[in-house]
């Protein structure tokens, strides 16, 4: 979902907020990036623990309380990975190639086979399709090449027996990328431990991929791949500072500090940005109505957010109960990074963060629902999110890149200190304090229920004309209709008492309600399985409980596959329902409330 939101206007900006803002150090930030840009912070390794000792040490010097989280994390390092050419006219006889976090180790004499193209969608988190024409082609023995880059599409031709895939990058660039192929979200359990790849997946440049398909259009093309990747579980140090307020509520405000070889861009300009974020908020603690932890994630880029999984699952009713937002700092003070629209954010701060862009940048942006990626380990506790990435390159300046403001070097060797932009570095740093300071200082923050019910009333509708009498959503749509009408009355009670403040003990009960509501909502939104587990990691429709729904119509009714999947479909129905009534079970604490009170007014 994307576009310009009606609804959640912050208050403008005052004296004393831009007075917090003009307490932001680039010079400061410039020193710390510095020394983080000078050591290899791949996770598990000797340099990320400097890193994190680093970051925990600067913020102690500060007077911040700092926690040191330690435990194991499942780690992948890609070690070795090679291409030779067997037969292909016209090919060389090697092709350049990495292979990805995760993939398959091959014996010593490689594998080869004949390779076989299928086209792809070119986007890493949002492809929904290429995994049926996977499924439906003749790849079983093959090595296929294709520009789809998602996990689902790899664990499709795995399971059609490919014997190795090779991701031919979508964008232009001169440059071979890093990657991590594992679509399980974090540490594995016993029921997802097979799910990680058994074949080789190595990734070569745009160039090296379309000579491969002008080789095949000539005739068969044979190659020989090697890949070698160590897996396993090593010890890892996840940093927390602590920014007290006068509640035991929180944001929660985050980063990776992993990276692949330096990684200026991703992430060293996030954690001097968190840095600078937890600095100055500490200084202005006084004001705070609720806490900031600010956390620096291990294991991201090696073990499919390691760091943050952890803390989801080990912090998990502290989230559910008293986080009120997460905000993700990834990539920001990129060099040539001018726009920042659309932001990243769940609908119930939408309007928030639009409002906030524009008012710091000039600006007029819209919004796009958070993708299955970037550290999101936080919907299975329902806590809402605002921003990714940030600040971006212009179009005709972009690469097909999972971040680093969207420059070709994302992922590379090339990401150093020359392709950040200080005064970027700046202007992002006082788009994250500003919103980081709104949520904490405000009683009632800016954010809105009714957008985020709105939201999935549109899923639903679009959702059952795709399914058509297959199956029926008019329970979900019921119930949605019903939370909407609650949403729009208890917005606006919200709103008129963050205006003209209220009696503490309204205050809460108003906090209490919209955070039990918006925990629903983002579990509808966002979550497809269990609320305690991690959904995987690979491209993710809206209201996901329900999105196989679509797939009925491929099915023919009478056939075991669609009964299976309808049996299911009715149970997560069931779930969606549940989790719907129980945020209108929420608001109606609220709603009876302010009835009575009305009621009592008249006598």
Same mark, same amino acid.
């Given at each position: 979902m994307t576009g310009r939101p009606a609804g959640a206007r912050a208050r403008r900006l005052d004296a004393a907020d831009h007075g917090l803002l003009a307490q932001v150090s680039v010079p400061r930030m410039w020193r710390d990036l510095e020394v983080l840009c000078s050591v290899d912070r791949t996770s598990g390794t000797a340099g990320e623990r400097r890193a994190m000792d680093y970051i925990a040490q600067r913020l102690r010097a500060e007077g911040i309380r700092v926690e040191v989280?330690?435990?194991?994390?499942?780690?992948?390092?890609?070690?070795?990975?090679?291409?030779?050419v067997v037969a292909g006219a016209g090919l060389p006889r090697a092709i350049a190639a990495k292979t990805r976090a995760f993939s398959g180790t091959t014996p010593p004499e490689g594998v080869t086979a004949e390779v076989v193209y299928v086209p792809g969608g070119v986007d890493l988190f949002r492809d929904t399709e290429t995994h049926r024409r996977l499924e439906a082609g003749a790849i079983a023995g093959k090595i296929v090449l294709s520009?789809?880059?998602?996990?689902?599409?790899?664990?499709?031709?795995?399971?059609?027996?490919?014997?190795?895939?090779?991701?031919?990058?979508?964008?232009?660039?001169?440059?071979?990328?890093?990657?991590i192929v594992s679509p399980v979200w974090g540490a594995p359990t016993p029921e997802v431990v097979h799910a990680f790849p058994r074949i080789p997946i190595l990734s070569v440049t745009k160039a090296s991929g379309e000579a491969l398909r002008a080789a095949l259009a000539r005739g068969p093309v044979r190659l020989r791949v090697h890949s070698r990747v160590e897996t396993g579980w090593r010890p890892v140090a996840l940093p927390?500072?602590?920014?007290?307020?006068?509640?035991?509520?929180?944001?929660?405000?985050?980063?990776?500090?992993?990276?692949?070889?330096?990684?200026?861009?991703?992430?060293?300009?996030?954690?001097?940005?968190?840095?600078?974020?937890?600095?100055?908020?500490?200084?202005?603690?006084?004001?705070?109505?609720?806490?900031?932890?600010?956390?620096?994630?291990?294991?991201?880029?090696?073990?499919?957010?390691?760091?943050?999984?952890?803390?989801?699952?080990?912090?998990?009713?502290?989230?559910?109960?008293?986080?009120?937002?997460?905000?993700?700092?990834?990539s920001p003070g990129v060099v040539g990074a001018t726009v920042?629209?659309?932001?990243?954010?769940?609908?119930?701060?939408?309007?928030?963060?639009?409002?906030?862009?524009?008012?710091?940048?000039?600006?007029?942006?819209?919004?796009?629902?958070?993708?299955?990626a970037g550290d999101q380990s936080f919907w299975g506790a329902g806590v809402p999110s605002l921003f990714m990435g940030l600040s971006m390159r212009p179009p005709g300046q972009r690469w097909h890149v999972g971040g680093s403001g969207l420059g070709w070097w994302w992922h590379t060797e090339a990401d150093t200190l020359d392709k950040v932009d200080p005064e970027v570095l700046r202007r992002d740093a006082q788009i994250y304090l500003a919103a980081a300071y709104r949520f904490a200082a405000a009683p009632l923050p800016p954010q809105q229920v009714a957008p985020a019910v709105d939201e999935l009333r549109t899923v639903v509708a679009a959702l059952q004309r795709d399914v058509g009498d297959r199956f029926d959503l008019t329970s979900v749509a019921a119930a949605l209709d019903g939370l909407a009408q609650r949403a729009r009355r208890f917005d606006r009670i919200a709103a008129a008492t963050a205006r003209a403040g209220g009696p503490p003990r309204r205050v809460d009960a108003l906090l209490r309600a919209r955070r039990a509501a918006i925990r629903a909502l983002v579990q509808a939104g966002y979550?497809?399985?269990?609320?305690?587990?991690?959904?995987? /990691?690979?491209? %993710?429709?809206?209201?996901? &409980? !329900?999105?196989?729904?679509? =797939?009925?119509?491929?099915?023919?009714?009478? *056939?075991?596959?669609?009964?299976?999947?309808?049996?299911?479909?009715?149970?997560?129905?069931?779930?969606?329902? /549940?989790?719907? %009534?129980?945020?209108?079970? &929420? !608001?109606?604490?609220?709603? =009876?409330?302010?009835?009575?009170?009305?009621? *009592?007014?008249?006598?």
């Open positions: 989280h330690e435990f194991a994390a499942y780690l992948s390092y890609p070690r070795e990975g090679r291409i030779e520009e789809a880059g998602s996990r689902r599409n790899m664990q499709a031709a795995q399971e059609r027996g490919a014997v190795a895939y090779v991701h031919m990058w979508p964008s232009e660039e001169d440059a071979l990328h890093e990657g927390v500072a602590h920014v007290p307020g006068r509640t035991d509520e929180f944001v929660l405000f985050s980063g990776h500090v992993d990276s692949w070889h330096l990684g200026a861009t991703d992430n060293a300009t996030g954690n001097v940005v968190t840095m600078e974020v937890a600095r100055i908020l500490h200084g202005a603690r006084a004001r705070l109505y609720r806490g900031v932890r600010c956390a620096f994630w291990p294991g991201h880029s090696t073990g499919r957010y390691a760091g943050s999984t952890w803390y989801a699952d080990h912090f998990w009713h502290e989230l559910a109960e008293r986080c009120v937002l997460h905000i993700n700092c990834d920042y629209d659309p932001i990243t954010a769940t609908a119930d701060v939408a309007g928030f963060g639009t409002a906030l862009v524009r008012e710091l940048t000039g600006q007029t942006v819209g919004w796009e629902r958070p993708v299955r979550v497809g399985g269990s609320p305690f587990d991690h959904d995987p /990691a690979v491209p %993710q429709r809206p209201l996901p &409980a !329900l999105a196989d729904a679509r =797939d009925l119509a491929q099915l023919d009714p009478s *056939s075991e596959d669609a009964r299976l999947l309808g049996t299911r479909l009715v149970r997560r129905r069931n779930q969606v329902v /549940a989790t719907l %009534q129980a945020a209108a079970a &929420a !608001l109606d604490v609220v709603l =009876d409330r302010d009835r009575s009170r009305r009621r *009592s007014r008249r006598r």
